[in-house]
Each structure stands twice: as structure tokens, then as C-alpha cells.
């Protein structure tokens, strides 16, 4: 099972930047997909962005240009860099883990999770 611990979460004002980071351990499948999403209050959890083992990304469209997934494949760390924030960024942040992922930003695909971290965007 692999553990995944989400940390960089907090309050910025719109237009600023945060780095999420998410140590895991526990795997060494390359076949794992590596994910971000988040959820709102009142809302559904959505991907945000997502890593495969061969390096292939995938953004959600309210995302692109703005977030970029990376990983430190030395130290098993993924990040999500965010930049340019806005107020409806505003949500928990989840990392998570899935093996042999077909659909990258489907929440079913994965089935270890993080305990989330806090972003507040404030206009």
C-alpha cells in the first residue's frame, strides 16, 4: 500500500503561488500513475493533474498554463507547482496513487489517498 502525505497547503491572495508536495512510499511499480485533485466545499472531488510512470502529464482544462505536476523520482516526492492562483482554486488538495491508470483525472482510478491539504485563494 502506498502512503502518501500532502503538505504546502495555505492561504495566498489571487495571483499568487503554492507548491504542494506529497512524499510517497511504499511502491515501486512503474506502472503507477501519480494524481492531484481537490475538493471544494458542497462539491465533487476533481483531478486537477496527474503523472504517469512514463512520464505522460494531464492537466485539467481549468489548470493548464497555470499548475505543473512534477516528481522526484530520487526521493519519491510529487509536487504540483501553482501559479497565478484564483479565488475557485480554492479547495483541499489530494495526492494519490493508482496502478495501470487508463483515465488519468478519474477519482475511481486510484485507490490510495492522502489526507488533503488546505488551499485558500483570497481575491
Known amino acids: 500500500q502506498v502512503q502518501l502525505a500532502e503538505s504546502g497547503g495555505g492561504s495566498v491572495q489571487a495571483g499568487g503561488s503554492l507548491r504542494l508536495s506529497c512524499p510517497a512510499t511504499?511502491?515501486?511499480?512503474?506502472?503507477?500513475?501519480m494524481g492531484w485533485f481537490r475538493q471544494a466545499p458542497g462539491e465533487e472531488r476533481e483531478g486537477v493533474a496527474a503523472?504517469?510512470?512514463?512520464?505522460?502529464?494531464s492537466y485539467a482544462d481549468s489548470v493548464k498554463g497555470r499548475f505543473t505536476i512534477s516528481k522526484d523520482s530520487a526521493k519519491n516526492i510529487l509536487y504540483l507547482q501553482m501559479n497565478s492562483l484564483k479565488p475557485e482554486d480554492t479547495a483541499v488538495y489530494y495526492c494519490?496513487?493508482?496502478?495501470?491508470?487508463?483515465?488519468?483525472?478519474?477519482?475511481?482510478?486510484?485507490?490510495?489517498w492522502g489526507q488533503g491539504t488546505q488551499v485558500t485563494v483570497s481575491s
Open positions: 494519490a496513487a493508482g496502478t495501470y491508470v487508463a483515465s488519468r483525472l478519474d477519482t475511481y482510478e486510484y485507490h490510495d
Open positions: 511504499g511502491y515501486s511499480n512503474r506502472h503507477y500513475c
Open positions: 503523472l504517469d510512470g512514463d512520464g505522460s502529464t
